[in-house]
């Protein structure tokens, strides 16, 4: 990928993917929208999210990043059951295996390819290698993962989520970096505790 879509472009392909959202995860709210205690002034801008001028003209990602737009970061989606993540992949790298508990996911490439895929709970494994204007929904809750096997060049995505907190439980952090113990997981994984500790060492927050 030579260079990254125009931002005209780039707000029509987020437009595209929000009008795929059909099934909501959040609770109804009764009232048109929630406004934090700690705001005294609603008007236009707090329903505008600037997060995401960063993306253009940025230069290429060295590394994977994930840029989000929840209720975190954009209080206005509240109670609105919808929220974005822009994922920017270097060559060679993965979104590790995780899930989102509270909604579905609808990934939208446009730029550079992906390989994708989710476990189903009956471990059956569905993958799929896209290409620039595919979209690829992954299930409420279940296992996926996105790997750009491309060594030169990076891949774009945007996600929508039929949720305003969405989750993320990643796999390889809750297992190996929230101290479960090394015989549980050695017995697990059904290896020695010297594996499970250098997966950890290796996870471990660098200093």
Do not use: W
């Not at 209080?75 to 919808?82: E, K, Y």
């Amino acid at each position: 990928m030579a260079s990254k879509p125009s931002f005209v472009i780039f707000f029509l392909m987020i437009s595209f993917a929000l009008v795929q959202i059909t099934i909501a995860g959040d609770p109804d709210i009764l009232t048109d929208f929630v406004v934090p205690q700690n705001v005294t002034k609603v008007d236009g801008s707090f329903f505008t999210f600037t997060g995401m001028r960063v993306l253009v003209g940025s230069k290429p990602p060295t590394a994977f990043t994930v840029l989000k737009a929840t209720k975190a970061e954009f209080p206005a989606l509240d109670g609105q059951s919808v929220s974005y993540a822009v994922l920017e992949y270097a060559p060679g790298t993965i979104n590790p295996p995780h899930t989102h508990p509270r909604s579905a996911e609808l990934l939208f490439l446009i730029g550079g390819s992906l390989q994708v895929g989710f476990v189903d709970t009956t471990n059956k494994l569905f993958t799929q290698t896209l290409q620039v204007g595919d979209i690829f929904v992954f299930p409420k809750g279940l296992v996926h993962f996105q790997y750009n096997v491309d060594p030169e060049n990076p891949a774009l995505a945007i996600s929508a989520f039929g949720s305003a907190s969405a989750g993320t439980v990643s796999l390889p952090s809750t297992l190996f970096t929230t101290g479960i113990d090394d015989n549980v997981l050695a017995i697990s994984f059904k290896t020695d505790v010297a594996t499970i500790q250098a997966l950890k060492a290796g996870l471990a927050p660098k200093p």
